[in-house]
């Protein structure tokens, strides 16, 4: 079983940054790809920004694009969402999601999920 834990989250003004860190534990971790999804209240899970484990491969979301960036340390297991220029628009609960087999934009592609993280901006 793979545990994933997301931390970094908090209030922050509109043009602000904030650092989200997802720290994966559990048996011999070696995901396909790592991603990132949020949701906001009355809305939909929306996909935020994945990262293929070993090659590397990024994508990201329309609504983020240019403003996030998705890393990754393999020593600790850990993937993070750097997000800079926040808007209002970016309030969500964050989560992280692990892949063992696929990777992309659709949440059913990922098997494990953090509990998730709030992000709040105010304008």
């Known amino acids: 079983q793979v545990q994933l834990v997301e931390s970094g989250g908090g209030l922050v003004q509109a043009g602000g940054s904030l650092r989200l860190s997802c720290a994966a534990s559990?048996?011999?971790?070696?995901?396909?790809?790592m991603g990132w999804f949020r949701q906001a209240p009355g809305k939909e899970r929306e996909f935020v920004s994945c990262r293929s484990w070993n090659r590397g491969r990024t994508l990201f979301g329309d609504s983020v694009k240019g403003r996030f960036t998705i890393s990754r340390d393999n020593a600790k297991n850990t993937v993070y969402l750097q997000m800079n220029s926040l808007k209002p628009e970016d309030t969500a609960v964050y989560y992280c999601?692990?892949?063992?087999?696929?990777?992309?934009?659709?949440?059913?592609?990922?098997?494990?999920w953090g509990q998730g993280t709030q992000v709040t901006v105010s304008s």
């Open positions: 999601a692990a892949a063992t087999a696929g990777w992309g934009n659709l949440a059913s592609s990922y098997d494990y």
């Open positions: 559990g048996r011999t971790f070696s995901p396909y790809a």
